[in-house]
């Protein structure tokens, strides 16, 4: 009795949206075809590699069968619960006069979290449905208990996968669903070989030392960090609209540069601050500062000048208060603002670094890139808000950056040296198939060529020195500073109306 | 519960999509929306179902705003959309039970609500149905049953009727019926309005996002036959701008209670319908009377069908002849015809 109790809590407990979701993935045919599918395959590669083993080899074939085993999990995990959640999602939201997050009284964090919780159970699923494989595996040797354990590195990295289907689902537009698939596809090149390595080296080591769970240990705050980035885009997608949508994403931007600490401590506990790398403070703090800065701006060129009568209402009456919430609340305002001060953080360092020769250029090429994009930013708000052009912001900022910076780079990939040894249709080819990786592999490549300079920085036609940074400062300094009447103004809007004799709702009607 | 549509306005780009619309109306009635095609009606009650976000103006259900306190609201309000549910790989039953779930009902109750809504829907034999495999005047019971499984008090219904067969409407127009008995207020539109005229206690038509009028139906029909308006009961068709159209008729004091006017045709011999005129209009429960040709009358007569059987056979016993003897149905499309242009935005 006490047994049934337990589990008819427990069943009530659950968030309706996971029980859903579960539900779907168990009565799915192309999920039951597929996992059917994937045994099958499975069996037959096992029985293959347990007829060609023999027991005087060194045991090469545990290895390889153990890491086809986890590759062709990790495929599936990807094609069900990352492109599978997007579809689902992506179906369910398209639906604009059934869409439940609108019609219930279901929170838009349940629906998320609820999503991500399928997701989970089904990777789970999937991978403990693979266990007899790769107990054969262990069983074909080669295979240390390190080897098995950098599945724990595969978890993390498939999480969010799931999570980018959901983030990308949350749109219900198709557009989105091209450019997921897009994603998915380019970061083949980029994420598996990187997986590959990292495998590789774990599975080289032999034994569970320290170095190995600080290395699975930095990956999960990684994933971590970056889980619950996509989590809040997520949710601040799906949250109703003119709600205070962005509020939790840009409160966890900014406390983002502070939270990679945490990352470090890891690393500098264990190593000490002798050990300790000198250059990783600085690049790690740069990267999230970076990056904080960067997904603050893309809100930005989205967002409205103004809010909603219902994020108004929730704003506190003291001045403090009040500019608090409206540097938190949706709105460019507090985006652009809020990203300006992030962006304080690594040039009040920069000066300070203690980087060797080809780091200081790095950082400096990187933050003048960014630099340059916050000015893009700016300068499309200013000719979306503060012109009678007819242009969107997020169009302009398209315009910018594919004038600045995309077109630029094109000759310099096409004429890269790695790349020269190819034929000109192959490169134009490779660059269209995966630009990021051509893009990262060109930067990387110009740096090294040129040492104590950086890429240039896109719209300002300057090679990148340490002069140049502050001038691209200046510049979109100057460019904020004529955004700053729109901002003044949107200040003074930011306060709670008297809705007066607008009651709220009584505990009866809150009750169900 | 009253429900009460406040100077609404939704703008989309430079279309007007609902201009300025007032009106309102009370619990344990039915109510029609009307309105050509690409007049505002889904626009609006997607509002009203707080799926949508009023330019200016507001809903307020017992004065609580749909526009700041959307969540509350939702626990009270059903909504049933023309499109129907399209989920793949979910029972009828799990998709109930989801939706009940998200409305924070849990164990015993949850049960109860479902088996409840089952039975009164008929959804029994369609339980473990997937909702792909349903046809579509199952999955408007579906839909339906979905709509009503918090037990709202106001259930507001896009074009219920659109598709179904005539045994279906038969279907739905009864569970209306025992919906509006049970004390919930009901908002459809429909393009049957045939329909509407048997089951509504109100409407209101809107063109171009426009209100052109609202009422109870009698005073609709009234105004299709030329009649004039009983003393007693307010005016509410065509309201100004910031005044609400009150569609139970609450707002003058004391409420007036307003009979369904029947409208009838009698013929009559050739140059014999001015006496029957004159017979009909001595009976106080006659609202209107006129005269077409000379061998046609049409009538509204207040009351039930039996009262309207009295005052027709008040002409009987009088000795006049009467050939035929018809209750006219389209009183309510008559109206919509002749006050609509059927203009698109």
């Given at each position: 009795?006490?047994?049934?109790?337990?589990?008819?809590?427990?069943?009530e407990?659950l968030n309706?949206v996971f029980?859903k979701?579960?539900?779907?993935?168990?009565?799915n045919?192309?999920?039951?075809?597929?996992?059917?599918?994937?045994l099958?395959v499975?069996?037959?590669?096992a029985?293959?590699?347990?007829s060609?083993?023999?027991f005087?080899t060194d045991?090469s074939?545990g290895?390889a069968?153990?890491?086809l085993?986890?590759f062709?999990?990790a495929?599936?995990s990807?094609l069900l619960?990352?492109?599978?959640?997007e579809?689902?999602?992506?179906?369910e939201?398209?639906?604009k006069?059934?869409?439940?997050?609108?019609?219930t009284t279901?929170k838009?964090?349940a629906?998320?979290l609820g999503?991500?919780?399928?997701a989970?159970v089904?990777?789970?699923?999937?991978f403990?449905?693979?266990?007899?494989?790769?107990?054969?595996?262990?069983f074909?040797?080669?295979?240390?208990m390190?080897?098995?354990l950098v599945?724990?590195?595969?978890?993390?990295?498939?999480?969010?996968?799931?999570?980018?289907?959901?983030?990308a689902?949350s749109?219900?537009?198709?557009?989105v669903t091209?450019?997921?698939?897009v994603?998915?596809?380019?970061?083949?090149?980029g994420?598996?070989p990187a997986?590959?390595?990292?495998?590789?080296?774990?599975?080289d080591r032999?034994?569970?030392d320290?170095?190995?769970?600080?290395a699975?240990?930095v990956?999960?705050?990684?994933?971590?960090?970056?889980g619950v980035?996509l989590?809040?885009l997520?949710?601040?997608?799906?949250?109703?609209?003119?709600?205070?949508?962005l509020?939790?994403?840009k409160?966890y931007l900014?406390?983002?540069?502070?939270?990679?600490?945490?990352l470090m401590l890891?690393?500098?506990?264990i190593?000490?601050p002798a050990?300790?790398p000198p250059d990783?403070?600085y690049?790690?703090e740069?990267?999230?500062?970076f990056?904080?800065v960067?997904?603050?701006?893309i809100?930005?060129?989205?967002?409205?000048?103004t809010?909603?009568?219902?994020?108004?209402?929730?704003c506190?009456l003291?001045f403090i208060?009040?500019?608090?919430h409206f540097?938190?609340?949706?709105?460019?305002?507090?985006?652009?603002?809020l990203?300006f001060?992030i962006?304080?953080?690594?040039?009040?360092?920069y000066?300070?670094?203690?980087l060797?020769?080809?780091?200081t250029?790095?950082?400096?090429?990187?933050?003048?890139?960014?630099?340059?994009?916050?000015?893009?930013v700016?300068l499309s708000?200013?000719?979306?808000?503060?012109?009678?052009?007819?242009?969107?912001?997020w169009?302009w900022?398209?315009?910018?950056?594919?004038?600045?910076?995309?077109?630029s780079?094109?000759?310099?990939?096409?004429?890269?040296?790695?790349?020269?040894?190819?034929p000109f249709p192959?490169r134009?080819?490779?660059?269209?198939?995966?630009?990021?990786?051509?893009f990262m592999?060109t930067i990387?490549?110009?740096?090294a060529?040129?040492?104590?300079?950086?890429?240039?920085g896109g719209?300002?036609p300057?090679t990148i020195?340490?002069?140049?940074?502050f001038?691209?400062?200046a510049?979109?300094?100057?460019?904020?500073?004529?955004l700053?009447p729109a901002?003044?103004k949107?200040?003074r809007?930011h306060r709670?109306?008297d809705?007066g004799?607008?009651k709220?709702p009584?505990?009866?009607?809150?009750k169900? | 519960m009253k429900?009460?549509v406040?100077?609404?306005?939704r703008?989309?780009g430079k279309?007007?999509a609902v201009?300025?619309i007032?009106f309102?109306?009370?619990?344990g009635?039915?109510?029609?929306?009307?309105?050509p095609?690409?007049?505002?009606k889904?626009?609006t009650i997607?509002i009203?179902?707080t799926?949508?976000?009023?330019?200016?103006g507001?809903?307020f259900y017992?004065?609580?705003?749909?526009?700041?306190y959307?969540?509350?609201?939702?626990?009270?309000v059903?909504?049933m959309?023309d499109?129907l549910?399209?989920?793949?790989?979910?029972?009828v039953?799990e998709?109930l039970d989801?939706?009940a779930?998200?409305?924070g009902l849990?164990?015993?109750?949850r049960?109860?609500a479902l088996?409840?809504?089952?039975?009164?829907?008929n959804l029994?034999?369609l339980r473990?149905?997937f909702l792909y495999?349903?046809s579509k005047?199952?999955?408007q019971?579906?839909?339906?049953a979905?709509a009503?499984?918090?037990?709202?008090?106001v259930?507001?219904?896009?074009?219920p009727?659109?598709?179904?067969?005539?045994?279906a409407r038969?279907e739905?127009r009864?569970?209306?019926?025992?919906?509006?008995?049970?004390k919930k207020?009901?908002f459809?539109s429909?393009?049957?309005l045939?329909?509407?005229?048997?089951?509504?206690?109100?409407a209101?038509i809107?063109?171009?996002?426009?209100?052109l009028?609202?009422?109870?139906?009698?005073?609709?029909?009234?105004?299709v036959?030329?009649?004039p308006?009983p003393?007693?009961a307010p005016?509410?068709?065509?309201?100004?701008?910031?005044?609400?159209?009150d569609?139970s008729?609450?707002?003058?004091p004391?409420?007036p209670?307003?009979?369904?006017?029947?409208?009838?045709?009698?013929?009559t011999?050739?140059?014999e319908?001015e006496?029957?005129?004159?017979?009909l209009?001595?009976?106080p429960?006659t609202?209107s009377?006129d005269?077409f040709?000379?061998?046609?009358?049409?009538?509204?007569?207040e009351?039930?069908?039996?009262?309207?059987?009295?005052v027709?056979g008040?002409?009987?016993?009088?000795?006049l002849t009467v050939?035929?003897?018809?209750?006219?149905?389209m009183?309510?499309?008559e109206?919509?015809?002749?006050i609509?242009?059927g203009?698109?935005?």
């Amino acid at each position: 009795m006490v047994g049934k109790a337990f589990f008819e809590n427990l069943g009530e407990s659950l968030n309706p949206v996971f029980i859903k979701e579960m539900r779907q993935y168990f009565q799915n045919r192309r999920m039951v075809i597929f996992m059917g599918l994937l045994l099958i395959v499975q069996f037959i590669v096992a029985l293959f590699f347990a007829s060609a083993m023999t027991f005087d080899t060194d045991g090469s074939e545990g290895v390889a069968f153990f890491l086809l085993i986890i590759f062709a999990g990790a495929g599936l995990s990807v094609l069900l619960c990352s492109i599978g959640a997007e579809q689902r999602f992506a179906e369910e939201r398209s639906d604009k006069e059934l869409n439940y997050s609108m019609l219930t009284t279901l929170k838009p964090s349940a629906v998320i979290l609820g999503k991500l919780e399928g997701a989970m159970v089904m990777i789970l699923c999937i991978f403990s449905m693979l266990l007899p494989f790769l107990t054969a595996a262990y069983f074909m040797r080669g295979l240390s208990m390190a080897s098995l354990l950098v599945t724990l590195y595969l978890f993390p990295i498939l999480v969010l996968y799931a999570l980018a289907g959901i983030f990308a689902g949350s749109f219900g537009q198709k557009w989105v669903t091209v450019l997921f698939f897009v994603g998915i596809f380019n970061s083949a090149f980029g994420i598996v070989p990187a997986a590959f390595s990292i495998i590789d080296e774990l599975m080289d080591r032999g034994s569970l030392d320290t170095s190995f769970w600080i290395a699975v240990l930095v990956e999960y705050e990684i994933a971590l960090l970056l889980g619950v980035m996509l989590f809040l885009l997520s949710l601040a997608v799906v949250s109703p609209p003119k709600s205070n949508r962005l509020l939790p994403a840009k409160a966890y931007l900014f406390a983002l540069p502070f939270l990679s600490l945490i990352l470090m401590l890891p690393y500098y506990i264990i190593y000490g601050p002798a050990d300790f790398p000198p250059d990783a403070f600085y690049f790690i703090e740069f990267a999230f500062c970076f990056f904080s800065v960067a997904v603050l701006g893309i809100i930005a060129i989205f967002e409205m000048p103004t809010n909603s009568i219902r994020v108004y209402l929730k704003c506190p009456l003291n001045f403090i208060g009040r500019f608090l919430h409206f540097l938190f609340s949706t709105g460019f305002s507090g985006s652009l603002i809020l990203a300006f001060l992030i962006l304080a953080i690594p040039v009040a360092m920069y000066p300070f670094g203690d980087l060797s020769g080809d780091n200081t250029s790095q950082v400096c090429g990187f933050l003048c890139i960014l630099v340059s994009f916050l000015g893009y930013v700016v300068l499309s708000l200013v000719l979306s808000w503060r012109t009678k052009l007819p242009l969107p912001a997020w169009l302009w900022m398209i315009i910018f950056e594919v004038a600045g910076n995309v077109l630029s780079w094109i000759p310099v990939a096409v004429n890269s040296g790695e790349m020269r040894g190819i034929p000109f249709p192959v490169r134009i080819a490779s660059m269209l198939i995966s630009p990021t990786y051509c893009f990262m592999e060109t930067i990387e490549e110009s740096v090294a060529s040129t040492p104590g300079t950086a890429p240039r920085g896109g719209f300002f036609p300057l090679t990148i020195t340490h002069h140049a940074l502050f001038w691209s400062l200046a510049v979109a300094g100057v460019l904020f500073l004529i955004l700053l009447p729109a901002i003044v103004k949107a200040f003074r809007m930011h306060r709670r109306p008297d809705t007066g004799a607008v009651k709220p709702p009584t505990k009866e009607m809150l009750k169900k | 519960m009253k429900t009460e549509v406040r100077n609404l306005t939704r703008v989309f780009g430079k279309t007007v999509a609902v201009n300025d619309i007032s009106f309102s109306f009370e619990d344990g009635n039915i109510f029609g929306f009307i309105g050509p095609n690409g007049a505002g009606k889904t626009t609006t009650i997607r509002i009203m179902a707080t799926l949508d976000l009023a330019t200016s103006g507001d809903v307020f259900y017992d004065g609580v705003s749909a526009t700041l306190y959307p969540e509350a609201v939702r626990r009270v309000v059903g909504y049933m959309p023309d499109s129907l549910p399209g989920y793949k790989d979910i029972q009828v039953w799990e998709y109930l039970d989801f939706f009940a779930r998200s409305f924070g009902l849990k164990g015993a109750e949850r049960t109860r609500a479902l088996d409840d809504i089952v039975e009164f829907t008929n959804l029994g034999e369609l339980r473990n149905k997937f909702l792909y495999a349903l046809s579509k005047g199952m999955k408007q019971r579906v839909s339906l049953a979905r709509a009503l499984i918090h037990n709202p008090k106001v259930l507001i219904m896009d074009e219920p009727a659109a598709g179904l067969d005539p045994r279906a409407r038969h279907e739905l127009r009864t569970l209306l019926k025992i919906l509006a008995d049970q004390k919930k207020a009901i908002f459809l539109s429909s393009h049957i309005l045939s329909e509407l005229q048997d089951i509504c206690d109100g409407a209101v038509i809107i063109e171009q996002g426009k209100l052109l009028s609202a009422g109870t139906l009698n005073e609709l029909l009234a105004q299709v036959n030329g009649a004039p308006m009983p003393p007693p009961a307010p005016a509410p068709a065509q309201p100004q701008s910031g005044e609400t159209a009150d569609l139970s008729g609450a707002a003058a004091p004391p409420p007036p209670v307003m009979p369904k006017g029947v409208s009838i045709t009698l013929k009559t011999p050739r140059g014999e319908a001015e006496p029957v005129r004159l017979k009909l209009l001595e009976h106080p429960l006659t609202r209107s009377v006129d005269l077409f040709d000379d061998d046609e009358v049409h009538a509204v007569i207040e009351g039930t069908d039996a009262e309207v059987s009295r005052v027709v056979g008040t002409v009987f016993a009088a000795g006049l002849t009467v050939l035929s003897f018809t209750r006219n149905q389209m009183g309510l499309e008559e109206l919509f015809m002749k006050i609509t242009q059927g203009k698109v935005q």
